[in-house]
Every structure is written in structure tokens, then in C-alpha cells.
């Protein structure tokens, strides 16, 4: 056998060998997206950030469904760069933050470990860091709000641990804006922050001092920059409406409560990341020992296997929960059962229910029932806000914080004096494995490809000529039918509150905002639209009010490649 010390040194080079694949495999993707790759709902956050700097009001001058701060993030690429290249920047330093928090964190908690231990610990976690950051670039890269929320609640989580111990009022309020910089890239994040702080926290008072403190503070800050901008009233009477009752889908047999039981969905979805296959399975270990990973003592073997049996048994419950909710609603409204769903026998479900509660009677006489119990919500409060919408691709990366505390978490339990290596090293060999069994693959380099066509490089051509055609005619906005693709990148801002028709459906069709935009559109000088079928709901309108002859001092810039310009008649 091995000496201690030489099994150490033999799992560091194994572990620096798997960081170089994985940094290597990291780069290749950063390096595509450098490049210009931007998700078609960045091009929104474009437009609105124009709008901005043009003084036109979210929301009531351009609506889109997302909080202010991927506007704001948008405004400031576009203020200080002209286009999408500080915006990339800030998201590319989202990748290489994961892996440096975790390594710098696990190198800072191990500091009474001898330095080849702190070293593995350090790796370790700069693979789980990979592993993450690649999974959001496949899930919400672009220049999506998913990726900047999860940077925020990251860093909250870093500092909150690396100020646990002390309490004074300058680090409360950083505390909060952060926070509040998270939750206003995108609001679910407070579910998942909240998630991921259930698994660090000690106990309640450290819950209420450490986190529910900072997210007055943050509640506060945001609406102070809603007053200070003037976008509140808007905020609460435009956006919230939409949101909760479009976005947010209501779902007669699935209501988002019931879809935080879909924990099948979230391990399927890490599981299917078929670049990565091994990573749904690492988390799912983290998940069920997260228990003890909480505690500070050492486990002995009991302890270990009844987490692990009452991780599987609460996860089976919870998919045996979600079905037979939606059969039961099934029932009550008369309905069809689809064939995607199990029916689950009362009998079966019941006898889980029973099983579960046995295994965490028994998690109570060893003490652990509290944070089993703290781990169950996590999850729960994960699950929920994946499926709060509509299952996208996107959405899955809401969950990133919750798998990021989860890290935090083991890296703790590892450096800490209590560390069992019954834990400690399949972990540690689980996450290695992961990252040499990462393929980047022809789908993902197709999805960053298919990003790079919404570039402002891509469509520089036609910007130019829209730009200079209404500064030519002295034209301030123009209306705007489906055309943000193209001129996302523009000087001038179109006609709102709706730029983009059918991305709009969910508000329904007897919006207001529908009827605001036509009028609007009415008024508008010129209307540009993408090339195609004009949208059903302004064809009539642009057909008895506009043509395509052009005034004298537009015709110099026509035609603009993909796009249909019209005039009043």
C-alpha cells in the first residue's frame, strides 16, 4: 500500500492532468463565444438597453419580461463599447470565476491541511468549477441573465462564508448588493440563493443575520433604483401582470408547485448533458451526502449509508409525488390522462410516504433530521424554479447556485477537521472522472455557431444604413415589425412598447400592449420589417397605410439586405 503522503502526490498530478483536459476543453468553448456568439434573447436586452441610453423607458417604451438588470449590463457594453464586447467579457469572466472561487476557497478553508492536501482540494475544486461552467455556457451562454445571476449568487456565497464569523454593517450592506445585483438579473434566482444558503447556514439565527438581513438590504437598494430611475410604476403595473400571469404559465393539471416534485426532470436534464454525462450523477452524490456534509462531526458508517438510503427513497418519493399530484388533478377536472404520465397507485405512494418517514425518524435519533429536512427544500425550492416556466433550455441554469453551494459545501466538510474519506474520495475520484469523460461535441460547437449569426459584426451592414437613413430623414424611432434580430446593434431605438410580435404571445392577445404598439405603429415615420410574411396582427395596417416608396431622402440607403422598409403613404 501507499503511504500517505505518496497516495496524495499520485491523486494531485491525476487531478492537475484532469484540470489541464478540462481548461483546455474550457477554452476551446470561451474562445468560440469571444468571437461575437449572442443568444437571440441578448439581442433583447440589446434593444432595451438602447432604449435606455435613448431615455425611453423600459417596459412602457419597450417591454421585454426580465428585470432591470440585464438592461443595465446591455446599456453599459453598449455606452462603453458600442456593442456587445464588454457584455461577452463580463460573461467570459463568469466561466474562469466559478473554478478560481472554488479553488481559492477550498485553498483558504484547508489552511490547517498539509499543503499537498490543500493542493487536491484546490483542484478538485477547479474541475467541479469546469464542470458548472461549461454546463451554463451550454445552457444560458450568449450573454444570457441565468449566467450573470449565478455569478452574483456565487459571489455572495463566497463572501458570506468568508464573513460568517463577523458581523458589522459594511459587510451586511456588500452582502445585499450583491443580493440584490443577483435577484435583479432575474428574480427565481431568490429562490435558489435562498436554496443554497439552507445548505450553508448553520442554524436560524445565522440564517436571519446572515442572509435575511442582506435581503432587506437588497429589496431596499432595488427599490431605491426603481424610484431613482423611474421605472417602479412600470415595473409593478406593466412587467409583474405580464410576467406572473403570462410568463410564469398556468397550468391547470401542472402548477409550479407541483413541478417542484419533477426532480426526475432536473437529474435528466444533467444526465442528457450528454457532453457530460457524468456530472448529473457527481451532483446527485453531493445531494446525498449533503446531509452530513452540513454537520460538524465526523460521521461514522451508519451515518453515511442512512443518508445515502434516504436520499434515494425522499427522490423516488418526490417523482412518485409528482405523478400522482397530476393524476389526482387529472381526476378532479375530468380529464385524459396523457401517456407520458405513470399512474401512481394511492397504495404505492402512500408506502413511500411511510418509508420516508421512517428514514428520517431514524435521521432524528442521529441528529441529522433537521439538515436532511433543510436539504429536502433546497432541492424542492431547485425543482420549483426550473419549472416555474416552461421547462427551457435556459431555465435549467437557475439551478447552477443551488449545485454551486452544494461544491462549497464538500469542499468545506473535506478541508474541515470532521472530513471522512468514506466522502472525501469518491467524490474526489467522481469529479475526475467527470471531467475526462466531458466530449465537447458537434452539437455544442453548433449551438455557439448558431449564436454568432446574432453578432453585431453579422448585421453591421444593415445597422449602418438604418442608422444613416433616419439620421438622413430626420427620423427619431422607427416601428419595428419582427426586425430586432438585425438591428439589435442600432442607434436609434423602434417604436414600442412591443418591438418583436410573436415573442409577446404569452401576455395574450387582448394586451394592452398590443394595442399601444398598433397605435403607435400608426404614427411611425417609417416601419421596418424583416423579410417574410408581415405578423397577421399589423399586415391590414401596413397595407392601407404604408408602401414601400420611398421619400427622396431615403432611397440613397435602399435596399438593406433582409429587411422591407415602409413609408406613409
Request: hydrophobic share 55%; aromatic share 12%; net charge positive.
Amino acid at each position: 500500500m501507499l503511504p500517505r503522503r505518496h497516495l496524495w502526490n499520485a491523486v494531485f498530478v491525476l487531478c492537475a492532468i484532469a484540470a489541464l483536459k478540462g481548461a483546455w476543453d474550457l477554452v476551446q468553448v470561451i474562445s468560440l463565444e469571444a468571437s461575437g456568439a449572442i443568444d437571440s434573447d441578448g439581442l433583447l436586452y440589446f434593444t432595451v438597453g438602447r432604449g435606455i441610453l435613448n431615455h425611453v423607458t423600459p417596459y412602457v417604451g419597450l417591454f421585454e419580461s426580465k428585470p432591470p438588470g440585464m438592461f443595465l449590463v446591455a446599456a453599459l457594453s453598449l455606452l462603453t463599447t458600442g456593442n456587445e464586447r464588454l457584455a461577452l467579457a463580463l460573461q467570459i469572466l463568469i466561466y474562469v470565476f466559478l473554478p478560481t472561487g472554488l479553488a481559492v476557497f477550498a485553498w483558504r478553508t484547508s489552511v490547517e491541511k498539509p499543503r499537498i492536501e490543500r493542493s487536491v482540494l484546490a483542484a478538485t475544486g477547479v474541475l467541479l468549477g469546469i464542470l458548472l461552467a461549461l454546463y451554463l455556457q451550454q445552457r444560458a451562454g450568449g450573454v444570457q441573465g441565468e449566467a450573470f445571476g449565478t455569478a452574483f449568487a456565487f459571489a455572495f456565497f463566497l463572501a458570506f462564508l468568508a464573513w460568517e464569523k463577523k458581523n458589522d454593517v459594511i459587510r451586511t450592506i456588500i452582502l445585499g448588493i450583491l443580493l440584490a445585483a443577483g435577484i435583479g438579473m432575474k428574480e427565481p434566482f431568490l429562490l435558489t440563493i435562498t436554496g443554497g444558503m439552507l445548505l450553508l447556514v448553520k442554524d436560524g439565527r445565522h440564517f436571519l443575520r446572515c442572509y435575511v438581513i442582506p435581503l432587506g438590504i437588497a429589496a431596499g437598494l432595488g427599490l431605491l433604483v426603481l424610484v431613482g430611475t423611474g421605472w417602479l410604476d412600470p415595473y409593478l403595473h406593466t412587467y409583474l401582470p405580464g410576467m406572473l400571469h403570462g410568463r410564469v404559465e398556468a397550468n391547470p393539471i401542472e402548477p409550479p408547485w407541483i413541478r417542484g416534485f419533477t426532480a426526475g426532470r432536473l437529474l435528466g436534464n444533467l444526465t442528457t448533458y450528454h457532453t457530460a454525462p457524468l456530472l448529473g450523477y457527481l451532483l446527485g452524490l453531493l445531494w446525498m451526502f449533503a446531509p452530513i456534509l452540513r454537520s460538524h462531526r465526523t460521521p461514522k458508517a451508519p451515518d453515511i449509508g442512512l443518508s445515502l438510503l434516504t436520499a434515494a427513497a425522499v427522490y423516488k418519493a418526490m417523482i412518485f409525488a409528482f405523478f400522482f399530484l397530476v393524476t389526482w388533478k387529472v381526476s378532479l377536472l375530468h380529464m385524459t390522462l396523457e401517456q407520458s404520465i405513470l399512474p401512481i397507485p394511492g397504495f404505492s405512494f402512500f408506502l413511500l410516504l411511510i418509508v420516508c418517514a421512517v428514514l428520517l425518524w431514524c435521521q432524528w435519533k442521529r441528529g441529522f433530521l433537521v439538515s436532511s429536512l433543510l436539504v429536502i427544500i433546497a432541492l424542492y425550492l431547485a425543482t420549483y424554479t426550473v419549472g416555474i416556466s416552461i421547462y427551457a433550455v435556459n431555465h435549467f441554469a437557475f439551478a447552477v447556485p443551488v449545485y454551486l453551494a452544494l461544491a462549497l459545501l464538500f469542499l468545506r466538510h473535506a478541508a474541515g477537521p470532521h472530513a471522512s474519506s468514506v466522502i472525501v474520495w469518491p467524490v474526489i475520484a467522481l469529479t475526475v472522472l467527470s471531467v475526462f469523460a466531458y466530449r465537447s461535441d458537434e452539437v455544442q460547437f453548433r449551438l455557439v455557431n448558431n449564436r454568432l449569426q446574432y453578432g453585431s459584426a453579422r448585421h453591421i451592414e444593415e445597422v449602418l444604413k438604418v442608422d444613416a437613413m433616419l439620421d438622413a430623414c430626420t427620423i427619431d424611432r422607427y416601428g419595428s415589425v419582427d426586425a430586432f434580430l438585425a438591428l439589435a446593434f442600432a442607434r436609434h431605438s423602434p417604436v414600442g412598447p412591443l418591438f418583436v410580435w410573436n415573442y409577446f404571445d404569452y401576455l395574450g392577445a387582448d394586451n394592452v400592449l398590443f394595442a399601444q404598439t398598433r397605435a403607435n405603429l400608426e404614427k411611425a415615420q417609417v416601419i421596418i420589417s424583416a423579410e417574410g410574411p408581415d405578423s397577421p396582427r399589423v399586415a391590414d395596417l401596413i397595407a392601407a397605410r404604408f408602401t414601400e416608396k420611398a421619400p427622396p431622402c431615403a432611397t440613397p440607403f435602399l435596399p438593406i439586405t433582409g429587411l422591407r422598409v415602409y413609408f406613409p403613404k
